[in-house]
């Protein structure tokens, strides 16, 4: 019964995954979720139900638009799949819970953020004021009042030495070093992991981007990469893992 619980969220992921992926490119970009339609970007085919079906749709198709036969970027169906994994990942770890449900409305918002933050270097405060009320009333509602009073707190101070690091960077390189979303983004991954665990995300971020960056900053004529991606894929591996900095400290010095 686990697995059916697993593969059906993996499933509904997928579909959502095809969602989000239109909500970060959309709104990061000014333009209405709702109108127009999908559609291919350079014929303006309006896309079927069929040519809708995550994943599958990409494959029957030989990663081409069914009309102008241009070529579909292989980032839609990995991303669907990813978002597909979250989803199936939250249940695994969290179970159907109240805790699932937060983590399900937590994964939503980074992977959304790393759709927009990956196409324009944007993190929407749109997509984080959304995001950041939902949760907001799920901690509330879920965990009650003192567990709400805990996450905003470390939410404050996750955003307050963010910014601190911002600041030095920005002393040290003479230029802005970190953009204001993902100052914003800490306050939320404090809230939720607490701020311990958010510090530890940007740790993650660091090393799970450098490598990638180096690549990207060699392969194309940029030296502008964002961080937000990063962070999140940083915080997600925390939130999956449930990992808790306070036992490896108590493992450490014991």
Known sequence: MEIYYAIVLFVFGTIFGSFYNVVGDRVADGKSIIYPPSHCPKCKH???PLELVPIF???F????CKNCKCKIPLFHPLYE??????????YISFGFTGDFVIALTFVSMLA???VSDYYYM???DEILIFFGVTLALEVLLINGIDAF???LLSGIISFGVMFLIKLFGDFIFKTESMGGGDIKLLFFLGFILGWPQALLSIFLGSIIGLPISLIVLKIKNTNIIPFGPFLALGAIIILLTQFNIEIL???LTM
Not at 61 to 64: P, S, T, V, Y
Request: glycine residues 12%; charged residues 5%; hydrophobic residues 55%.
């Open 122 to 124: 944007i993190i929407p």
């Open 112 to 114: 959304i953020i790393i």
């Open 61 to 64: 198709q030989g990663g081409k």
């Open 57 to 59: 749709s990409y494959l």
């Open 249 to 251: 400290l108590n493992a």
């Open 149 to 151: 009073g805990i996450s």
């Open 46 to 48: 309006r896309l079927t």
């Open 81 to 90: 799949i990813f978002v597909g994994l979250l989803f199936m990942f939250s």
